[in-house]
């Protein structure tokens, strides 16, 4: 033992020697925390008392050798430097000891930078699955006033690399997570952000890196060659091929809107790509980019040819050849898509909406609403509008789902919507005529889901609001506590907003009631995709069904057993510095 003659600011008196040998143990309150002192082959250790993984107090524990295990989970730590055996627990915090005339003074100040180590241990949670860690790193992270795009990049970049079959749901959903980021009260955003990394995790379990192809040697190409060659080995379902033409297209410095072109082409070069899932990987993926401002390009961009090369093709499912032949009727109104388009040029701006569009789009004419939507761009309808529409058309099929179909009908209703959303978001960065043909994929994909609306849900109306319209909102958890409260839900948030309600509180509430139930996909999906399109509605009352559509969704799928925000809680509790198992008196 060391004696001192200067004491540090940041040295505390904390016991006599003489008692701490006596005991081996003792517990001390310092600086509003709780260390356990410890004495073992005649050293002195101080670490605080809380168990880093789920604050069960060490002082007790046994110690041995240097090291202290705690009896909850039999966690092991180093005592000197409070570094753990046991990745899942986290470092326990070490405090530097000095002795002076018998008494033990210890270091209270930092020792490490608290930034460095929650990034360390947001990847340590990355490559380990373990949810509880990332709460952890998410909270602190977000506490230390990182901005989530921080977190966001390494979740993004680990998810990139270790990927079984490229970018798939757990991606998708982070990136969800960081597009309602504005919509969520600040205490929800770490929640938020821990599901998504959480999610990545769990694609990347036990997943092999990937190692990209290299681009061509060549820097001589062009785009439309580029393009050609892309879309014509993703037909090929050639991998490795269309990979190195995209990362040549990367290294070319092409553009991105033209890299977009290129992926947006593929994607809708064939029918309906697994129910919609790879287009709006692809929009998904270029949002993520574009909140990282491209820095992941590479890898990321790698990730989404093998879901392009690997998808089912709906052209090659009975339901869209039979009894009607939807891909036929399709085919002939790509072919008029140039002119249809030039017809319209001169009457852009212009274009209303006529009152029966809505209508024939949501009938069981497949003829006709391909028809109608060739009329709306011959009469000056552009590209947005018209995804917009088929969108908006895609969401009223769930917003009139009748609860008496099977559950798993829900999700039949739910992918044209999402993807109808992914189109609309595609054609808004690149309004190419390939993209275009998504549109009517879009509106084939809702025709085929008419039964679902067989009767229809009653829609409410402007005229069932309530003068108390807060009080309804505060009955929302309640109502999503119970099963089979879908119309119910559906009514309460029409009426809150038709009563002059304020959107922004009620999409924080709903967001808020998806985050405390265990993640599911669709669900995240369909929160960020009603959002998006009733901001885009300008928040009008037309937008009320759109809102309605995702509670509904979500009432669906609630309750779960909640085991995420239960651990998320147990993160937070432990940020804060609770005592979640000590003594509730003074130590």
């Known amino acids: 033992m060391t004696n001192i003659s200067v004491q540090p600011k940041s040295l505390v ?3 006599y020697v003489a008692e701490l040998q006596e005991k081996g143990q003792l517990l001390v309150r310092l600086n509003q925390q709780t260390i356990a002192l410890f004495y073992s082959n005649d050293r002195v250790y101080a670490i605080d008392n809380r168990c880093p993984h789920m604050g069960f107090p060490l002082h007790g524990s046994v110690c041995k050798d240097g090291i202290v295990t705690c009896p909850w989970h039999y966690a092991r730590f180093d005592l000197a430097s409070g570094g753990t055996f046991d990745s899942w627990a986290d470092d326990v915090r070490s405090f530097p000891v000095q002795i002076e005339n018998g008494e033990i003074w210890i270091d209270v100040a930092p020792q490490v930078d608290p930034e460095i180590h929650q990034q360390q241990r947001l990847l340590d949670g990355l490559e380990q699955g373990i ?23 390494v979740g993004l970049a680990f998810g990139t690399r270790y990927h079984k ?12 997570m960081m597009n309602i980021m504005p919509y969520l009260e600040e205490s929800d955003r770490p929640r938020a952000l821990y599901q998504g990394l959480s999610a990545v995790a769990r694609d990347s379990a036990e997943a092999p890196p990937h190692f990209r192809v290299h681009p061509l040697p060549t820097a001589n190409l062009d785009f439309p060659t580029l393009k050609a060659w892309f879309r014509q080995f993703i037909e090929q379902r050639d991998n490795e091929a269309a990979e190195r033409c995209l990362m040549t297209a990367v290294r070319s410095g092409i553009s991105r809107t033209q890299i977009a072109s290129m992926l947006f082409a593929a994607a809708t070069d064939h029918r309906y790509l697994d129910v919609g899932h790879v287009l709006d990987f692809i929009n998904k993926a270029l949002e993520a980019l ?11 961009l790698a990730s989404l040819v093998v879901p392009l090369a690997s998808a089912t093709r709906m052209e090659e499912s009975s339901s869209w050849r039979y009894p009607v032949d939807l891909v036929a009727i399709l085919l002939a109104a790509f072919e008029q898509l140039p002119a249809a388009l030039e017809s319209g040029q001169s009457q852009r701006g212009q274009w209303v909406q006529p009152p029966e569009l809505l209508t024939v789009l949501l009938g069981d004419d497949a003829q006709a609403i391909a028809d109608s939507l060739l009329n709306a761009l011959q009469s000056g309808c552009t590209e947005v509008q018209l995804a917009q529409i088929v969108a908006y058309a895609a969401a009223l099929r769930v917003a009139r789902f009748n609860t ?7 999700n039949s209703a739910h992918h044209p919507f999402t993807f ?16 275009l043909r998504g549109v009517f ?14 009767p229809p849900a009653r829609l409410p109306e402007p005229k069932d609001n309530v003068t108390e319209k807060e009080s309804l909102l505060d009955r929302l958890p309640e109502l999503l506590d119970r099963q089979q409260q879908v119309n119910e839900t559906g ?8 009563s002059g309600g304020n959107p922004e509180r009620l999409m924080a509430m709903l967001a808020k009631l998806m985050l405390r139930e265990n993640r599911d996909f669709h669900v995240i999906q369909s929160i960020e995709a009603a959002f998006r399109l009733y901001n885009q509605l300008s928040e009008t009352l037309e937008g009320v069904p759109v809102l309605v559509a995702t509670a509904r969704y979500l009432a669906a799928h609630a309750p779960t057993m909640r085991s995420q925000e239960q651990t998320y809680q147990m993160a937070y509790r432990l940020h804060r510095g609770d005592r979640l198992f000590e003594e509730s008196e003074d130590v």
Request: charged share 20%; hydrophobic share 45%.
């Open 13 to 15: 008196r904390a016991a």
């Open 131 to 153: 949810s509880l860690v990332i709460a952890k790193s998410a909270i602190a992270l977000l506490d230390l006033g990182v901005e989530p795009t921080q977190p966001f990049q």
């Open 165 to 176: 079959a490229g970018w798939d749901t757990g991606l998708t959903m982070l990136t969800c």
């Open 290 to 300: 574009d909140a990282i401002d491209w820095q992941e390009a590479e890898p990321v």
């Open 404 to 410: 008496n179909n099977d559950h798993g009908d829900w």
């Open 420 to 435: 109808a959303n992914a189109v609309q978001q595609g054609i808004r960065r690149v309004p190419t005529l390939e993209l």
């Open 441 to 454: 994929d879009a509106a084939m994909s809702v025709y085929l889901n008419r039964f679902l609306n067989v």
């Open 491 to 498: 009514r309460l948030v029409a009426q809150y907003l038709y």
